[in-house]
């Protein structure tokens, strides 16, 4: 089963998918790793991390659908997650391998702007992004770009009839519920 989780920055993907390979043993591959690669490795193809996460979902999945094929081909299981999996793109593979892709998204659409020091402690227990290194200003505008994001993400998966979780106020409990819906505990 291959498992994919998409939605806005600082939801709890990640965070998600390691808790899957603590209690169920499926490993994870973070789409970011990816586009780092390909941006830094493969400059003529243009996907810059800073240009929105949108975008680089359109373009970034051109890879991501082969690569995602090849291991539901394989009979891999794996979690991959990532803020350019994009509603549309995932709804179309997870029809095309029916009963072998599960999927959800999480976001926060109800975020708090004006939490940036709660977001700066959860933000601390992940890889280190530099949130954590912005100064209230920037932390404030980054925290109302993951809203509106989110509440894109919610929209688009509502269109296309996708699960999505809000982890805004509940974080932990959350990403509980999203662990569970995915690997049927």
């Avoid at 973070?30 to 979902?57: C, K, N, R, W």
């Avoid at 999945?61 to 081909?73: C, F, N, Q």
Wanted: glycine share 8%; charged share 25%.
């Amino acid at each position: 089963m291959l498992y994919l989780i998409g939605g806005a920055s600082r939801s709890g993907k990640t965070t998600t998918a390691k808790k899957i390979l603590k209690e169920a043993g499926i490993p994870y591959f973070s789409l970011d790793y990816l586009m780092m690669g390909i941006a830094h490795g493969v400059p003529e193809l243009e996907v810059q991390p800073t240009e929105g996460d949108f975008l680089t979902g359109q373009r970034l999945w051109k890879i991501v659908d082969p690569l995602m094929t090849a291991m539901v081909e394989n009979g891999i299981d794996y979690t991959v997650e990532g803020v350019q999996l994009l509603p549309a793109f995932v709804a179309e593979f997870q029809q095309k391998f029916a009963g072998d892709v599960k999927c959800c998204f999480i976001g926060q659409a109800e975020l708090d702007v004006t939490a940036v020091e709660e977001m700066k402690f959860h933000s601390s227990a992940t890889e280190n992004d530099g949130f954590n290194d912005l100064n209230h200003q920037e932390a404030l505008a980054e925290m109302k770009r993951i809203r509106a994001d989110s509440a894109r993400y919610k929209e688009e998966s509502e269109m296309h009839n996708l699960p999505y979780f809000e982890s805004s106020s509940d974080f932990h409990r959350t990403l509980d519920q999203v662990v569970a819906y995915l690997i049927n505990k």
